[in-house]
């Protein structure tokens, strides 16, 4: 969900942005004042409900803060923000799959550390949009995913088809608060709101275990990391990866090496025209001075012409033209992306769903029809084929066994019947419109 923003933080918005802009070595000195404003904390309010997401530590949901008043709860907030008695909460770590295997930790701050957090970035994030490189695409405004991949494809098409696969090891955990500090006070010089982001990367991280024994880290003490899950953790990780970015174009990197990069917060990948291997190198030397390093056994180059990788959930690489069989440069929904939707499908259609038809099949199309909406562009007829039949086996077996049909119900629910009367979205239905350009 998307809220607008107000006129009169758009207007603030657009004064910082192009001040920063216009001036690359201004500091800004008063800022804490916006961030304890009213419009704006209710502004970021707003924004975090919309987000949804679990309570923190604290137990406390948006219900029940509605329950008991949101504008005295807000006004609370705003009061201990201007008396600077303001103290973040622990963060609540929970751990959730990754896409690879393994598990990825998943910090989640309280409701009101997640409201000031918002308005904070409300207020920063465009003197740091103002410098962050043209390369970076992750969680920046009017800047999406799908616009880096449609970058790389651009790229392998124009001949930069030797590729580092970067993976950098436990990136949001490994940045080190000393220098990331020094990369937010290039801009900002308001003590408040430095101590501010000082309070968040040193708020204790609670965990329990199975038995809910309680153990907490981090703290005070802690040197490291921006817990993924804060609001501002992903201005904070941009704005660190911006050193690297920035290097590599002010050091001549891209010139040396023939090479162009493509970023998505800590995911990246070098795409050169004949000097990976360098490029590689050299990454792997200025990581390391920047304290994080490459996961090496993630980490290789590959000849794009001859081999795939995986980027943002898309395969890029050779593709056979169904056709003619001729090959081609493509982009393709990953494999590991469809089994991820499809296992998505299969734990919303199980037998303990005694939802209402209607409700499950909206849910189910929602959740289809957002897979399809990032998974709309180069070469996608497979994706969409293996999708569409993999709904339709599930849908047919949940309504098989709802109604208790003695059969596989091939003949009660054809094809035509789950896609048509039931009113099941299938994405071979979708309009996909002409096939990409990969013109720069």
């Known amino acids: ?47 975090a409900r919309a987000n949804k997401g679990a309570p923190g530590v604290d137990g406390v949901t948006f219900a029940t803060i509605e329950a008991a008043g949101r504008e005295e709860w807000l006004a609370a907030i705003r009061k201990d923000l201007v008396a600077k008695t303001y103290r973040p909460q622990p963060v609540r770590r929970v751990t959730i799959p990754k896409p690879g295997g393994g598990e990825r930790p998943l910090g989640i701050p309280t409701i009101r550390d997640r409201v000031v957090q918002t308005a904070a970035k409300l207020v920063l994030e465009p003197i740091f949009e103002a410098d962050l490189d043209p390369a970076a695409f992750g969680y920046r405004p009017k800047r999406s995913g799908t616009d880096a991949i449609k970058e790389v494809h651009a790229l392998l098409c124009g001949g930069y088809t030797e590729v580092v696969d ?24 308001d003590r408040h709101v430095l101590r501010l982001i000082k ?25 490291r990391g921006t817990p993924q899950g804060g609001v501002v953790s992903p201005l904070l990780a941009n704005l660190y990866m911006n050193r690297f970015l920035k290097h ?43 304290g994080l390093a490459l996961n090496e056994a993630k980490t290789s180059v590959r000849d794009a012409r001859r081999e795939r990788f995986d980027f943002l959930g898309y ?16 982009a393709s929904p990953s494999k590991k992306s469809v089994r991820r939707l499809t296992a998505k499908v299969s734990d919303l259609l199980v037998p303990g769903n005694m939802g209402a038809w209607h409700e499950v099949r909206d849910r189910l199309n929602r959740l289809v029809g957002g897979w399809a909406a990032y998974f709309g562009y180069g070469t996608r007829l497979m994706a969409y084929r293996a999708v569409d039949n993999h709904v339709y ?21 054809p094809d035509g019947v789950v896609f048509g009367d039931l009113g099941v979205l299938r994405l071979r239905h979708v309009h996909v419109g002409a096939r990409p350009s990969a013109s720069r």
């Open 1 to 47: 969900m998307s809220l607008a923003t107000p006129d009169s933080i758009r207007k603030l918005q657009r004064k910082l942005y192009l001040k920063a802009k216009d001036e690359p070595a201004f500091r800004f000195y008063l800022l804490y004042d916006k961030i304890c404003r009213e419009d704006i904390l209710r502004h970021a309010y707003d924004l």
């Open 248 to 290: 590599w174009r002010t050091s001549g990197r891209g010139a040396a090496f023939r090479a162009h990069i493509v970023a998505y917060a800590d995911d990246f990948v070098i795409l050169s025209g004949g000097h990976a291997a360098e490029a590689l190198a050299w990454t792997r030397q200025v990581m390391a001075r920047l």
């Open 315 to 330: 395969t890029f690489g050779p593709h056979r033209y169904r056709k003619d069989g001729h090959w081609y440069l493509g």
């Open 199 to 223: 309070l968040w990367l040193k708020a204790p991280v609670e965990e329990r275990d199975g038995n809910g024994a309680r153990r907490m880290t981090g703290g005070k003490g802690s040197r």
């Open 166 to 189: 970067a993976d950098l090891s436990k990136y949001f955990d490994t940045i080190p608060h000393r220098d990331l500090m020094q990369s937010v006070a290039r801009r900002i010089v």
């Open 393 to 413: 086996d599930r849908v047919r077996h949940f309504l098989v066994r709802r109604h208790k049909v003695p059969s596989r119900g091939t003949k009660r629910y």
